[in-house]
């Protein structure tokens, strides 16, 4: 990545340690690794439900009468058809086309509000904020004013019910409103981390451990748990969602990183980094492509470890996990395009890596 991020950590980072959670850093935020064991964690995710810590989130509020004209004209989605109490993902790019950030952007009632990486807080929203010009817009860093987390799996729906007597069926995939739990108004958000049923909650930081407590009695009233990063990981690459800044970021371009359509309308007309993803497109390929990979080994490999065919790099691994559905090594990486076919098989120390999908799957989609 062009740019390092900057360490934050959790603000339930006491809740965790009290917990006897062990924590470790994740793309420049430190949040819990596990609670009680992976294997458990991943388990209950599948089975019941689970409660994970998402505050690698920074968020800023964006309002006044040309909002929506602004965030428009610098983004990858159409925000002028974004309907109140629903949200989108989106990328904001540079002119060269390279991915800055992933944003999930929601419309309410008066202004909108955009979710990116914590770790790149800084210069997301300067990057954000040099746009602005003449426009009547109000861009506001509101990050230390939330916390977030969420809840997923078969019986996500039950601590929805229970907390707030809506029904979580009833929502589509980034649809929000605003409710009320352990006395503090919160917006609750449809939203699948892994593919499962699931929900994510903005809360008032003030009110961020009180509600990590009682959800979590919740979740263990459905006999869930607590789960850390290590299970989520697993999770989400068995199901082919790619995370920021691990799997995309400023060295790759939509098309590579296999986003461009959950991330990008085609239709909406010019925004930043447009010209290059529609000569992209035009082009109908790119010389390497993001892919999920299964390893010939339980260990997953590092991050950054070459993929070879022979005697040459043809990629190289974005992230990994141990798949307890598979039984071996999971991933995600680039491969060049003569490699990146399903069923192809690469290289690396330690044993090989197949090509088992290209998924254009995102998270929240």
Known sequence: MGSSPVIVET????????????????????LPEKFSGERGEYRVARESVALFDTNWRAIFSVSGRDAVRYLHAITSNNIRELAENNGQLALLLNPQGHILAE??????????????????????????????????????????????????GPQAHAIVAEATGLALDGFSQLASTEVA?????CRLIGRSHFREVGAEIIAPRQHAAALWEHLR????????????????????????????????????????????????SFTKGCYTGQEIV??????????????????????????????????????????SAFSPSQNTSIGMGYLRREHNTIGSIVELDGGTAEVIGVRTTAAGS
């Open 11 to 30: 603000p339930l980072i006491d809740q965790h340690r009290a917990a006897g959670a062990t924590l470790a850093e994740f793309a420049g935020v430190v």
């Open 278 to 319: 529609e000569r992209v497109r035009s082009r109908g390929h790119v010389n390497r492509k993001r892919v999920n990979l299964k390893f010939s080994f339980a260990e997953p490999p590092a991050p950054g470890t070459k993929l070879r065919a022979g005697a040459v790099d043809v990629g190289y691994v974005s992230s």
């Open 103 to 152: 944003l999930e952007i929601y419309a309410l009632k008066e202004k909108l509000l955009v979710l990116a990486h914590a770790a790149f807080r800084e210069r997301t929203f300067a990057t954000l904020k040099k746009y602005i010009l003449g426009s009547q817009v109000q861009l506001v860093d509101v990050s230390a004013d939330f916390a977030t987390m969420a809840f997923e």
């Open 217 to 264: 009695a919740s979740v263990h009233a459905q006999h869930g748990l607590p789960t850390g990063m290590k299970a989520l990981n697993a999770l989400r690459i068995e199901a082919g969602i790619p995370w920021f800044p691990v799997d995309f970021n400023d060295t790759t371009i939509p098309h590579e990183a296999v986003v461009e359509s959950t991330h990008i």
């Open 181 to 185: 739990l352990c006395g503090a108004p």
